[in-house]
């Protein structure tokens, strides 16, 4: 494996050693993402097919676009960056993801699912425009394929007539196990796996049947068709216009290497089905796929979590108050995207299997599935990631904000996430939901207002979002707090040199930097803004009435966030003598790192924050 630093040495060797260095490969992967976490399951799962897709085509001149891209170790492995695993999903280390930046190989960035369809058909469509002659082949799991843009992209791939090869990775689980017709559907493909040997063979039983030839060929053609039906339940890819090719064993280099050969030459969009194994190779990983899916460092031969945190996230406090909240209330009901486990409805789904819905990794149909029920007298909670609602944009404003349907977005991981990078940075909701008309957005500053704000969504007769960030959920503020009323901030200190707004997380950073500079004599007024929309008016022209300086701080993009919106404000009562700062992430995608080391490298930790003020205060 050692020697295997580019996809053209491995061309030179045997299926026997690529047996091997795909052993070697599993070893490195155990053994390295013990130590750094990682998604490990979906790239165990892949080790073979990866091998037999670089040694059967020629990347980067052959396209392969891995869709969510988590699974796409093995490939960089053997596009020359094993050596940079020590450092993998660390600031200014491997990403986790496809990144241009990184190699060449990595010919198209993903993180969110479902998309590697759609970008393999455009880039066939642009080869067929400039008449070039290459393979492009889109890699997508079987939860990947739940999505709706891979079924946008089956749809118009199926009549291109373009040279495409698409391969289902198909081991049966999304994080959870996977759901839905088509699970059920390849399911039954994988059970009966006849097709591809009597397809070849079809047309040689028919040569034997007397009186056929040429001039009887539709009725051989409709023979064959129906021949097909009976061995195949339902042919759904080749409806579409696919050539479906498969199940075959993802597992077994031979034929994945004698098939991929095959699919080469084929002409038109293919559809090859590979069966494999989530986390294949590592006992623990193949029993607990889920658990694996995504790992912090874990000792090997136990397999157990090492350093991991007993602590209650902000994801658990959800996930309680939501089994209480249900209930006292029998129309609440609770809709994930295939997320049951990292947003905290797994005991939600376990108390209240009928009024729970997992839709699969297809946040757009969520939202427009929430809006249905909400129509029909129950209050739906989406939880669902920051990142990942930003794919239902269109149906937040269009199916739920415009008919005001009592919706409750629960949001996790709003802010930063840390090494998952650009891709899952939870960084846009509050821009892109500020600008809604009927949407109330509120942010807890710790776990108690996580709680109280989730009793009161339920009271809102209209959408609400609750913005809550990854990791630890703690007790910032003290016990004894005014309750919460619709538009309202909450005071938390009152001071005479100025004001700090510190939206949900923040409060942490905020809290210590008001602590730390009444020790130094300077005297700080904090708001808990609690609602950023509507955002309480009234107290920011009473603060812009008493200070001259104002600061906010969010865990947004500076672009259409709260302090955006806050100087709206000033802009429209024409208050020109107070001066705003406003502490957010830069107009630019945040990369991977660890949660602290990001909020320092953008002067976001509470000592850069306390810096940066003391300044604009002493300079006046
Ligand atoms: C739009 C979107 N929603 C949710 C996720 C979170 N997510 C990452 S991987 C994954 C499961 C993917 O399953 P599959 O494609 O079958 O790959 P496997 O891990 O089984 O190899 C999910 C839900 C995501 N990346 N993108
Ligand atoms: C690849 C992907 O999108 C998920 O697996 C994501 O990495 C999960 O993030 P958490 O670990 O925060 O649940
Ligand atoms: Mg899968």
Request: some cysteine; aromatic content about 8%.
């Amino acid at each position: 494996m050692d020697i295997i630093d580019s996809p053209e040495k491995l061309k030179k060797l045997s299926i026997d050693q690529l047996n091997i260095v795909a052993r070697e490969i599993r070893n490195f992967l155990i053994n390295t993402l013990s130590q750094t976490g990682g998604h490990l399951a979906s790239n165990l799962g892949v080790v073979e097919l990866t091998l037999a897709l670089h040694y059967c085509f020629n990347s980067p001149q052959d396209k392969i676009i891995w869709d969510v891209g988590h699974q796409s170790y093995v490939h960089k492995i053997l596009t020359g960056r094993k050596n940079s695993f020590a450092t993998l999903k660390q600031k200014g280390g491997l990403s986790g993801f496809p990144k241009r930046k990184e190699s060449v190989h990595d010919i198209f960035e993903t993180g969110h699912s479902s998309t590697s369809i759609s970008a393999a058909l455009g880039m066939a469509a642009g080869r067929d425009l400039n008449k070039e002659n290459y393979s492009v082949i889109a890699v997508i799991g079987d939860g990947s394929l739940t999505g709706g843009m891979a079924f946008e992209a089956l749809n118009n791939a199926g009549r291109s007539n373009t040279n495409l090869i698409v391969i289902l990775n198909d081991n049966q689980m999304s994080i959870s196990p996977n759901v839905g017709g088509l699970s059920k559907y390849l399911n039954n493909i994988r059970t009966e796996p006849v097709y591809l040997e009597v397809k070849e063979d079809i047309d040689q039983i028919l040569k034997k049947i007397p009186g056929i030839g040429k001039s009887v060929a539709k009725t051989v053609k409709r023979t064959k068709e129906s021949i097909r039906y009976l061995l195949v339940p339902g042919t759904l890819f080749e409806e579409l216009g696919f050539t479906y090719v498969g199940p075959i064993d993802g597992h077994d280099m031979k034929s994945l290497v004698s098939v991929l050969k095959k699919v080469k030459k084929m002409k038109g969009p293919i559809f090859l089905h590979v069966k494999t194994i989530k986390g294949k190779g590592y006992s623990h990983a193949e029993k607990l796929p889920c658990e694996y899916h995504g790992v912090g460092p874990f000792d090997v031969k136990s397999g157990k979590a090492l350093g991991i945190s007993k602590e209650e996230t902000y994801t658990d406090v959800f996930g309680k108050a939501i089994v209480r909240l249900a209930n006292e209330n029998k129309k609440i009901v609770a809709i994930t995207a295939a997320m049951p486990d990292g947003t905290g409805l797994k005991g939600f789904q376990e108390k209240y299997p009928e009024r729970f819905f997992d839709v699969g990794i297809a946040e757009q149909h969520a939202v427009t599935f929430a809006a249905g029920l909400a129509s029909s007298g129950f209050h739906p909670v989406f939880a669902v990631y920051s990142s990942f609602l930003q794919r239902s944009y269109d149906q937040i404003i269009h199916d739920v904000c415009i008919q005001n349907l009592p919706v409750v977005f629960a949001i996790d991981r709003a802010g930063i996430v840390g090494p998952d990078g650009e891709t899952h940075q939870g960084i846009f909701d509050l821009s892109f939901l500020s600008h809604m008309p009927n949407m109330t957005i509120m942010a807890p500053c710790d776990k108690m207002e996580l709680e109280e704000m989730l009793k009161f969504a339920f009271t809102v007769k209209g959408p609400v979002a609750i913005r809550y960030p990854k990791g630890k959920a703690l007790n910032v503020l003290t016990s004894d707090r005014i309750p919460i009323q619709y538009q309202k901030s909450e005071l938390i200190f009152d001071g005479k040199d100025g004001a700090i707004l510190a939206v949900g997380k923040m409060m942490e950073f905020a809290k210590t930097i008001v602590e730390n500079l009444k020790a130094e004599g300077i005297e700080l007024s904090l708001i808990n803004p609690r609602f950023i929309k509507p955002i309480d008016e009234e107290m920011i022209l009473n603060l812009c009435a008493k200070h001259k300086f104002i600061f906010t701080m969010e865990d947004n993009v500076i672009t259409g966030g709260f302090g955006s919106n806050v100087l709206q404000i000033l802009a429209q009562h024409n208050i020109k003598d107070v001066f705003v700062k406003i502490f957010a992430f830069p107009d630019q995608f945040i990369e991977h790192g660890s949660c602290s080391e990001l909020y320092k490298a953008y002067h976001l930790d509470a000592d850069s924050m306390q810096k940066t003020i003391k300044n604009i205060l002493v300079e006046g």
